[in-house]
């Protein structure tokens, strides 16, 4: 059951994956949305997940959503996102946009089952829901999972808009209208509280410990949290970020970190409308392959 499970994912999800080609097509989509594919699909899987135990390092997940699956397919069949962290995988991070809770699981694993010590920001409830049964299930008492929205400007400890698409891959503060398939989203308009990461993580782990990585895939609003929360950034050793063509553009980002003294290591996806691109801080000459 677990190997074919992998099998499909990298089968719909891999770089090649039938998600690439079919995604596109605005009557795959309408046709998706009419059968229920996505619903049943995650049905079934609330009833029976998948445990991972990643064999390197006793690193454990559970697989719960469809979404899932594709998350899991980036870190874990994904070369050289992969390769990124295997000399020297860093000890902090944040993860903004941390849906089920997979990413810190990647870093864990790179680092032999260390325990991480970071924070996991999203503003879908359910996601965050299932990033605490992950960090759970791994008992890492220094993951602090966040439901919360990053890039407002209202004050923290307010709340702010955002809208659920029908996947919990494209949840977005924006209400975007510009697919890949051009075939329109149902939008869910929820009211989330605001958070400040500065300021969450100095109160959590103080004002001297550094985030080793920022991860930053929140659908289109990347500029906003780069620019609000910038004085941070000097206490950042590498960047994972992907952009999306509604919110900016990768010369933008690119320009942007680069005056905040982060150079573009590599772009591990370069899509028309999104890329996925790690950046290191320059002084702090992070050591990574």
């Known amino acids: 059951m677990r190997k074919l499970a992998r099998a499909l994912a990298q089968l719909v999800f891999g770089r090649e994956g039938l998600s690439r080609r079919l995604e596109r097509l605005a009557w795959v989509h309408a046709l998706a949305q009419r059968l229920r594919v996505r619903e049943w699909m995650n049905a079934a899987l609330a009833l029976r997940p998948i445990r991972r ?72 409830a359910k996601q965050v829901e299932l990033a605490r049964k992950n960090v759970a299930l791994n008992r890492w008492p220094d993951v602090h999972v966040f439901c919360g929205l990053v890039g407002s400007i209202k004050s923290e400890g307010g709340e702010a ?11 977005s503060q924006v209400a975007y209208q510009e697919t890949e398939s051009g075939h329109p989203l149902d939008w869910k308009r929820v009211l989330v509280p605001t958070l400040q990461v500065e300021s969450t993580w100095t109160r959590l782990f103080g004002a001297d410990l550094r985030c080793g990585c920022l991860k930053v895939d929140i659908e289109g609003s990347e500029m906003n949290f780069l620019r609000l929360e910038s004085s941070f950034l000097v206490r950042v050793d590498t960047i994972l970020l992907e952009w999306h063509i509604w919110g900016t553009t990768r010369d933008e980002v ?20 999104h890329g996925l691109l790690f950046f290191r801080n320059r002084a702090t000459g992070w050591r990574g392959e």
Not at 161 to 168: G, I, R
Not at 254 to 273: C, G, M, S, T, Y
Request: proline residues 7%; glycine residues 8%.
């Open 254 to 273: 690119v320009r942007f970190l680069a005056d905040h003294n982060f150079q573009l290591d590599r772009k591990i996806e370069d899509e028309p409308r």
């Open 53 to 124: 135990t990643l064999p390197n390092s006793g690193v454990v997940y559970s697989v719960e959503t469809f979404e899932t699956l594709a998350v899991e397919q980036t870190y874990f069949g994904h070369a050289l996102l992969t390769n990124i962290f295997t000399g020297h995988p860093p000890e902090t991070f944040i993860d903004l946009g941390c849906n089920s809770g997979i990413f810190p699981c990647a870093l864990a694993d790179a680092a032999g089952g260390r325990a991480p010590r970071g924070l996991c920001v999203d503003a879908n």
């Open 161 to 171: 808009e955002f809208f659920l698409a029908p996947t919990s891959l494209g949840s």
